[in-house]
């Protein structure tokens, strides 16, 4: 099975670089460093090239920030370049990613296992919440399929027919990245998740302590009650991968 990890960075910045280049030299995998799209270089007639509105329900409660729009081209010239090398799958390590390589290396031999049959794994920094279906373990990295969704992680598993089956579907997109992967009814994929996955992200550990509005609040919960009865309804395969 031949796979290579991306670890993205920006291209200017020397310290996600050289953290680049340490997660490709323990996380277990050959791989390349992938300068991630850059917002500020996007053209106004790029972005309204990429991001509709409303192109599924539940319609994302939030206007997509040029960030979010960056990385998720980002993830797209990954999948592309899955397809174009021919690859069984590939690894995205995203900039604020951290790997603890023990707790890692389960992990990967148990994405490696199945991601021909799941198309999509993602390594979470938290434990999730909600109903989820057991598919295996190895060491003390359990691999399930989550009934609703996962939290955002920096780190996935993408297999090649995953990558084209996404690459032909967002053309246009209306959310992030993550939210796009979650909403398995729309894609046709249902991801699987491995918890504990040795990652962790910096951005986390360095967050603070500021509340959301609570508009915000609500409309996220609005939206997240919006997406379980959606889930209910989903035609992606219960043992996960592609329809």
Known sequence: MTGRAFALHGARD???RERARH?????????DLWPAVEGTALSSAALSATVGAGLFAPAYPFPLTTPEIARFLSHRQIWAEIVRRDLDFGLIVEQDA????????NALALARDHIDDLGCIRFQTQAMGGPARLIDTNGGSVLSLPVVSAPPC??????????????????SFDRPVDALIQSHWHTGLRAGAIHPSGVSCIAQT?????RAPLTQLWARYLYRRALRRAARHSRAPVTGGLI
């Open 14 to 16: 020397a310290t996600q």
């Open 23 to 31: 997660i490709l030299n323990t996380c277990g995998l050959e791989g």
């Open 98 to 105: 951290a790997l603890d390589p023990a707790v890692f290396s």
């Open 154 to 171: 920096p780190v996935q598993m993408i297999g090649r027919d995953a990558a084209i089956h996404l690459l032909h579907l967002t053309e």
């Open 206 to 210: 360095q967050a603070g302590s500021e």
